[in-house]
């Protein structure tokens, strides 16, 4: 009081950023790793729905800020394949189909899964993902589609699918990585759409989650919001 400065415990952390209660906010982490709509929780908690709605981008920021710190390389058999989000389907579907933002993941065996928006499904786009995640010398799977080719000239050991006839040969497939996008899809269905310039953030989220889904969400996001290295 003497000195005339207000101290605030969290003022270096990412609470500042929304002007809320503190029990409002461990509420609404709560309720966001409940995965609940920021129109159904701002109900719940008594608060706006654009005030909830920052609410949970301020802690899909905080994820995303966490996933760009790990530097970890992914090893072993791998799964890659794509996947399309959004848009109205026109002409034709897949590969073809027009206004849709396009995802390409890949998942370690056993392990953990890694997403990234790309501009296209060209061989030098999906070559240059795969090379920057993927340990030299991991066998990767895929399905057929021509894309993926020169990555047995990368160091890899390439396996494919031809899903027109089957899919699964042995150990050949990629429903590991499918798994994944049925995951992320159930998911965000029920956000009735997302705008290109957030769906990062939704689809990082997505990746967060299916990675830890074995970990307590709520203490993770708690440790996020802090900037904390130990809870």
């Known amino acids: 009081s003497n000195c005339k400065i207000d101290y605030n415990p969290f003022h ?27 129109r159904k929780a701002s109900i719940q908690l008594g608060l706006s729905y654009p005030t909830t709605l920052k609410g949970f981008d301020i802690l899909r920021r905080s994820v995303l800020r ?12 791998i799964e890659a394949d794509e996947s399309y989000f959004g848009g109205k389907r026109k002409g034709k579907r897949g590969r073809g189909a027009a206004g849709k933002t396009i995802v390409f ?16 499904v060209s061989s030098e786009t999906l070559i240059h993902e795969t090379v ?7 066998i990767v799977y895929t399905d057929k589609w021509k894309g ?24 050949v497939c990629i429903n590991g990585v499918e798994g994944f996008w049925s995951f992320a899809k159930e998911r965000l ?4 759409g997302i705008s290109k310039n957030k769906f990062l953030l939704y689809i990082k989220e997505m990746e967060w989650r299916y990675n ?6 709520f203490e993770l996001l708690i440790k996020y919001m802090l900037g904390a290295d130990d809870l």
Not at 153 to 165: E, V
């Open 12 to 38: 270096d952390t990412a609470f500042i950023e929304l002007r809320i209660s503190y029990v409002s906010w461990l509420l609404l982490i709560k309720l966001f790793e409940l995965e609940l709509s920021a």
């Open 66 to 77: 966490e996933l760009s710190r790990s530097d970890e390389v992914l090893r072993g058999e």
């Open 105 to 120: 993941g890949i998942l370690e065996r056993g392990g953990r899964v890694s997403v990234n928006i790309v501009k296209d």
């Open 132 to 138: 920057t995640k993927v340990r030299r010398g991991s």
């Open 148 to 171: 993926y080719d020169s990555l047995m000239f990368c160091g890899y050991r390439h396996l494919n699918i031809d899903h027109a006839t089957r899919f699964k040969q042995e150990k």
């Open 189 to 192: 269905i029920k956000h009735h």
């Open 212 to 217: 830890n889904r074995e970990k307590n969400l």
